[in-house]
């Protein structure tokens, strides 16, 4: 699956990092995605060693702006 890539939210700790490390033998690159930078950099430098090119993004929180929603007045 040299050109395939898979993507893993919770990639810093735990089963998300343990689904991390254990896909990088298969795919050509793992995108790593949660809310450490610190741990996520770690866990992106195993998957590297394990063979698989380790894109990675963190971030703190996020605003989504959801429109059609219905206003009620009074």
Known sequence: MAASVAIVTGASSGIGKATALRLARDFGAVVLAARSGEQLAEVGRQVEAAGAEPPA????????????????SV
């Open 57 to 72: 993004r963190w971030m703190t929180g996020t605003v989504l702006r959801m429109d059609g929603g219905e206003i009620k």
